[in-house]
């Protein structure tokens, strides 16, 4: 079956503009959550989704938003980014609310210039 | 702040030689799982350890979660270049898919 799907794959921004990203989680899952991946934090939690409900949500600034739609597709909203912003998001999708297995995106690597 | 530190940070070994990676936390989780990230991929679930002293196989790998379910180890036996890779850990806090993952560690093989 098709895995998890987010897009855009890489974007470049420049600091104050607002980012979208996408998530198409598995078929059937309904659990969607997003991690932030950088090479000095590592994989940070930002925000679990299901059931159209934020479960979850991690240490980051009201800056980082999300929302999920009645078909478990996920997107979350980045606005007036910052430099630190740079990193790879990463979408996660499970079968329910967890704990339980995540299936990763191949992520969305966003740069702020 | 980290909860779950890896050691080593990088690791570069010949094919064929064994070992051993780290991932200490102080605080308890309710289970703790591997994943295994290659470049340009998202990570991938390798095992879930629930039980404290819990020891699971997955081929050459050998995982084990800390009696005090605070720390687990994976071991790899005559490592072979596929399995380069970013390995990380992941403990649950018992909130859902909310998981705290560890620092990381950088294994290469060499053919």
């Known amino acids: 079956k098709a895995g998890v799907t987010q897009t855009p794959r890489y974007l470049i921004k420049t600091r104050g503009q607002q980012v979208t990203l996408s998530c198409s989680p598995i078929s059937g899952h309904r659990s969607v959550s997003w991690y932030q991946q950088t090479p000095g934090q590592g994989l940070q939690f930002l925000f679990e989704y299901f059931s159209e409900t934020q479960r979850n949500k991690g240490n980051f600034p009201g800056r980082f938003s999300g929302r999920q739609f009645s078909n478990s597709r996920s997107e979350m909203n980045v606005s007036t980014l910052e430099l630190g912003d740079s990193a790879l998001y990463l979408c996660?999708?499970?079968?329910?609310?967890?704990?339980?297995?995540?299936?990763f995106g191949e992520g969305s690597r966003l740069t702020v210039l | 702040t980290q909860l779950l530190e890896q050691s080593p940070q990088f690791l570069s070994i010949q094919e064929g030689e064994n070992l051993t990676v780290y991932c200490n936390s102080s605080s308890v989780f309710s289970s703790l799982q591997w994943y295994r990230q290659e470049p340009g991929e998202g990570p991938v679930l390798l095992v879930t350890?629930?039980?404290?002293?819990e020891v699971k196989k997955l081929k050459r790998l050998t995982f084990q979660f800390g009696d005090a379910r605070k720390d687990s180890s994976l071991h790899i036996t005559a490592a072979q270049p596929g399995d380069t890779g970013l390995y990380l850990c992941a403990g649950d806090p018992n909130t859902g898919n909310q998981f705290y993952f560890g620092t990381g560690t950088s294994l290469t093989v060499i053919p």
């Open positions: 350890v629930v039980t404290g002293g």
């Open positions: 996660a999708s499970s079968l329910n609310m967890g704990p339980g297995e995540l299936f």
